[in-house]
């Protein structure tokens, strides 16, 4: 059981817009930034989004992040298909003194 | 454009130690922290500790405190993990990143398998 709660699956077909939700609580999404991985199956994460909604330069702008309250979403617009991948939040916890993951959420495209 | 290279897979018995490598390429590696993270088969991450490059300051996750111990050889830019008295269920994908996973953990390593099995 993850700390930080995203759902299992998403999908969506070419060109849509999908968001993927994470869900903590006050110890961590609540007052800390939240920051977004990306995984390839096979493959090491690569950094998405850092301070709830700051992009890499190698990242596209299809890519955003959004905080608000205790809980965080990324939406990916214009979805293709090479976003097929598992998108994982990550959050400070002030309870536990370190950093905590969602579950990760695995995109489909159809 | 800095890079990290971690050893190769390695295969244990229940009871024993692993020692895995990260080695960066790069600027001045006293400067890095490194993040190591693991990744059960099939399962998501695991945030396993910290470890400050300047400093040598760590922060370990509770569940590893004990059994856990990061180092760095500055060096050989080099930097390193060990776990001890391995089980079955600490079979995983070990990764080390540069930098804090909540500040902007990249790049990552390419991950080393370690099995643990009788």
């Known amino acids: 059981q993850s700390i930080l709660t995203q759902p299992p699956s998403v999908s969506g077909t070419p060109g849509q817009r999908v968001t993927i939700s994470c869900s903590g609580s006050?110890?961590?999404?609540?007052?800390?930034?939240v920051t977004w991985y990306q995984q390839f199956p096979g493959t090491a994460p690569r950094l998405l989004i850092y301070?709830?909604?700051r992009r890499p330069s190698e990242v596209p702008d299809r890519f955003s992040g959004s905080k608000s309250g205790t809980s965080a979403s990324l939406a990916i617009s214009g979805l293709q298909s090479e976003d097929e991948a598992d998108y994982y939040c990550?959050?400070?916890?002030?309870?536990?003194?370190?950093?905590?993951f969602g579950g990760g959420t695995r995109l489909t495209v159809l | 454009q800095v890079q990290l290279v971690q050893s190769g897979p390695e295969m244990r018995k229940p009871g024993a130690s692993v020692k895995v490598s990260c080695k960066a390429s790069g600027n001045t590696f006293s400067n890095y922290d490194i993040t190591w993270v693991r990744q059960a088969p099939g399962q998501g991450l695991e945030w396993m500790g910290w470890?400050?490059?300047?400093?040598?300051?760590?922060n370990y996750a509770q569940k590893f405190e004990g059994r856990f111990t990061m180092t760095t050889d500055t060096s050989t830019s080099t930097s390193y993990m060990e776990l001890r008295s391995l089980r079955s269920d600490d079979t995983a994908i070990y990764y080390c990143?540069?930098?804090?996973?909540?500040?902007?953990?990249?790049?990552w390593g390419q991950g080393t398998l370690v099995t643990v099995s009788s």
């Open positions: 990143a540069k930098g804090s996973i909540v500040g902007a953990a990249r790049p």
């Open positions: 006050s110890s961590n999404i609540g007052i800390n930034v």
């Open positions: 470890i400050s490059g300047s400093s040598g300051n760590t």
């Open positions: 990550a959050a400070w916890d002030d309870s536990l003194s370190g950093p905590v």
């Open positions: 301070s709830n909604n």
